[in-house]
Nanobody, 117 residues
Framework: QVQLVESGGGLVQPGGSLNLSCAAS????????MGWYRQAPGKQREWVAS????????KYSDSVKGRFTISRDNAKKMVYLQMNRLTSEDTAVYYC??????????WGQGTQVTVSS
């Protein structure tokens, strides 16, 4: 069955960096668009970044553009989110998603990112 397993979350100080990973299984990863979403306490889940199956097209929300980088390794069936210059506004549970027709279609269990001094 389809599985998405995120890892790499944790506690980091403002201005620091984290690299999230997502391991996919049960799908033909090389033809699947992927994305990252996040949900902060008391807020709705929001889109963070997406990457097409070939890795050639990447999109970012305005709130993370220039600080976050999404990437993928099709051979390893992995998708990554490198997060730099983190602020308290980035504190959230981060979810890896399969993207179909531009919308999230399957979710991982999430990984907590906390930015605090």
């Amino acid at each position: 069955q389809v599985q998405l397993v995120e890892s790499g979350g944790g506690l980091v100080q403002p201005g620091g960096s984290l690299n999230l990973s997502c391991a996919a299984s049960g799908i033909i990863f090389s033809i699947t668009d992927m994305g990252w979403y996040r949900q902060a306490p008391g807020k709705q889940r929001e889109w963070v970044a997406s990457i097409m199956s070939t890795g050639t097209l990447r999109k970012y929300s305005d709130s993370v553009k220039g600080r976050f980088t999404i990437s993928r390794d099709n051979a390893k069936k992995m998708v990554y989110l490198q997060m730099n210059r983190l602020t308290s506004e980035d504190t959230a549970v981060y979810y890896c998603t399969i993207v179909r027709r531009g919308s999230p279609d399957f979710w991982g269990q999430g990984t907590q990112v906390t930015v605090s001094s």
